[in-house]
């Protein structure tokens, strides 16, 4: 699934940074095991008489996967802010530097927990495991994010020939959010393409800027 604007520049598909993937989603999906076969126990009389709640429709995956993208989205463009414009002042330079890490791996984080609990879309044409494979993207990212985050905390403030090399290195690397969807072309579907435009949600990841 492909979108367009600047969010465009990530990789050919949606994603999103899902928080609190319980709830309206879908009970089964956060369910327990204690939960599905009820307080009495998990004879197949318990689970027969509990009514099974209604699969989620391509529209509600999708207003759950857009939302809260823009997160992520917002993120994104925080980095290549910072790292085309950052301050003058080395010790300025290397606190932007750690606050923006700090924010990018709790997003990143956060993502990564949430695609893991968030469950394929309701669709036949994508292969199954976008999910899974969304969750371990996001994590891997966050992972490089906080590795980077290190080695600044390392730097010593009144460094400059440190901070203008790690700033020079920034200039040079891909932007990590970016770099964490590369691999994964393979999840596209014309089903989720023909249903986004018409989520409220997924406007501003579909409206070209």
Not at 19 to 29: K, Y
Not at 119 to 127: A, I, N, Q, W, Y
């Amino acid at each position: 699934m492909k979108v367009s604007g600047r969010v465009g520049r990530l990789v050919g598909i949606v994603f999103a940074v899902s928080l609190g993937v319980c709830g309206a989603f879908s009970a089964a999906a956060c369910a327990t095991d204690d939960d599905a076969r009820g307080e009495g126990g998990g004879d197949s009389a318990d689970v027969a008489g509990t009514p099974e709640p209604d699969p989620i429709t391509t529209e509600e995956w999708l207003a759950r996967f857009c939302a809260p993208f823009i997160s992520l989205d917002d993120a994104f463009q925080h980095y290549d802010v910072l790292v085309a414009e950052p301050p003058d002042e080395p010790g300025a330079a290397r606190e932007a530097y750690l606050d923006l890490f700090s924010h990018l791996h709790a997003v990143l984080e956060g993502s990564s927990e949430s695609f893991g609990g968030l469950g394929d879309p309701p669709v036949s044409d994508m292969p199954p495991g976008f999910s899974q494979a969304m969750s371990e993207a996001t994590q891997r990212a966050a992972d490089d994010v906080a590795g980077l985050q290190t080695r600044l905390e390392e730097i010593e403030p009144d460094d400059a020939v440190a901070m203008a090399d790690f700033m020079t290195e920034m200039e040079e690397t891909q932007n990590p959010i970016a770099t964490a969807f590369e691999d994964l072309d393979e999840y596209e579907s014309a089903e989720l393409d023909a249903a986004i435009g018409g989520i409220p949600e997924c406007a501003v990841l579909t409206t070209e800027q």
